[in-house]
């Protein structure tokens, strides 16, 4: 699909496994081409299944960054002011329905309240054995605050999380589950980034919705915006915005519904496709 630079104001684009390579590097050639679109007027904003506070270093110092799409869109939030413009969190009880489910399962969970993440100590002390990719498994071990159980901290304090996260090594187990969940939880986005993992949040939340709520907000049309992804939880974002890129590396449904197909994260397909962009000026 043919576009002009005038007509894209918004660009959103995953994190891991599309604006990061695969050892979670910003690298130069990218990140001079998101400072070459910003200084051409372009708003460019990361929407990843993390929390805001476990961005990259090197994505939270951007000298561009002013909006997030975090938690697979459960929030936006003004990084200059600290401000969330956008939020869906799941009902605490279906949240403690949904742990009940999972607590008879080969898996471990955690949750995300208020911007950070929670887990059971137990689960957290067991993370290898579900977790091979070592950024994860050091995520789940230092951005996770342990609590003796999870259920009775979601209880006690009657938290509505804003996501929860499932790991399991039975790959065949985590497509039943997408289903499943999907199914019996209508009201839940199941979606997955990873392959051993499942991301469980409210329907409202997904990045899709929040790109285009994002745009809304800040006076710009659907045909003004763009989207880079890579997984799973990227669908709605690439369905919604005007231009949908999959990268090379995506996930195959991604492939299948994109309007265009970039480089691989590991050969600057995010930088190749924004160099392009600002040729047309």
Same mark, same amino acid.
């Given at each position: 699909m043919?576009?002009?630079?005038?007509s894209?104001?918004?660009i959103a684009?995953?994190?891991?496994g599309?604006l990061l390579n695969t050892a979670? %590097?910003?690298?130069?050639r990218?990140?001079?081409a998101?400072?070459?679109a910003a200084?051409?007027?372009? %708003?460019?904003?990361?929407?990843?299944?993390?929390?805001?506070? +476990?961005?990259?270093?090197?994505?939270r /110092?951007?000298?561009?960054?002013?909006? #997030?799409?975090?938690?697979n869109?459960a929030?936006?939030?003004d990084?200059?002011s +600290?401000?969330? &413009?956008?939020?869906?969190k799941?009902?605490?009880? /279906?949240?403690? @329905?949904?742990? %009940?489910?999972?607590d008879?399962l080969p #898996?471990?969970?955690?949750?995300?309240?208020?911007g950070w993440?929670?887990?059971t100590?137990?689960?957290?002390?067991?993370a290898?054995?579900f977790i091979d990719d070592?950024?994860n498994? $050091?995520?789940?071990?230092?951005m996770r605050?342990p609590?003796?159980?999870l259920?009775a901290?979601l209880? /006690?304090?009657?938290?509505?999380?804003?996501? =929860?996260?499932?790991y399991?090594r039975?790959?065949?187990?985590?497509?039943r589950?997408?289903?499943e &969940?999907?199914r019996? $939880?209508?009201?839940?986005? #199941?979606?997955?980034?990873?392959p051993?993992?499942?991301?469980?949040?409210?329907?409202?939340?997904?990045?899709g919705?929040a790109?285009?709520a994002l745009a809304?907000? &800040?006076?710009?049309?659907?045909?003004?915006?763009? @989207?880079?992804?890579?997984g799973?939880?990227?669908?709605?974002?690439?369905r919604?915005a005007?231009?949908?890129v999959a990268?090379?590396?995506?996930?195959p449904?991604?492939?299948a519904?994109?309007d265009? #197909?970039?480089d691989?994260c590991?050969?600057? +397909? =995010?930088?190749?496709?924004?160099e @392009?962009?600002?040729e047309? /000026?």
């Amino acid at each position: 699909m043919e576009t002009t630079l005038p007509s894209v104001r918004l660009i959103a684009f995953d994190l891991d496994g599309t604006l990061l390579n695969t050892a979670k %590097e910003l690298t130069p050639r990218t990140r001079a081409a998101l400072l070459a679109a910003a200084e051409a007027g372009i %708003e460019l904003v990361p929407a990843t299944g993390r929390f805001f506070r +476990g961005l990259p270093q090197a994505v939270r /110092e951007l000298p561009c960054l002013r909006y #997030v799409i975090s938690i697979n869109g459960a929030s936006v939030v003004d990084a200059r002011s +600290g401000a969330e &413009l956008y939020s869906a969190k799941i009902p605490h009880a /279906e949240a403690l @329905a949904l742990l %009940e489910r999972l607590d008879a399962l080969p #898996v471990i969970y955690d949750c995300y309240v208020d911007g950070w993440g929670y887990i059971t100590a137990s689960m957290q002390a067991r993370a290898e054995d579900f977790i091979d990719d070592p950024y994860n498994l $050091w995520s789940v071990r230092n951005m996770r605050a342990p609590a003796p159980e999870l259920k009775a901290f979601l209880r /006690e304090g009657g938290h509505a999380p804003q996501k =929860v996260q499932l790991y399991t090594r039975d790959r065949a187990l985590r497509d039943r589950l997408l289903e499943e &969940l999907a199914r019996d $939880w209508p009201r839940f986005a #199941v979606t997955s980034s990873l392959p051993n993992n499942i991301e469980i949040n409210r329907a409202e939340a997904d990045k899709g919705r929040a790109l285009l709520a994002l745009a809304e907000r &800040l006076g710009l049309t659907r045909a003004q915006t763009m @989207a880079f992804g890579d997984g799973l939880n990227d669908l709605t974002m690439l369905r919604a915005a005007q231009i949908g890129v999959a990268m090379a590396n995506a996930h195959p449904a991604l492939l299948a519904e994109a309007d265009e #197909v970039a480089d691989d994260c590991d050969r600057d +397909g =995010v930088a190749k496709r924004l160099e @392009a962009l600002l040729e047309k /000026e």
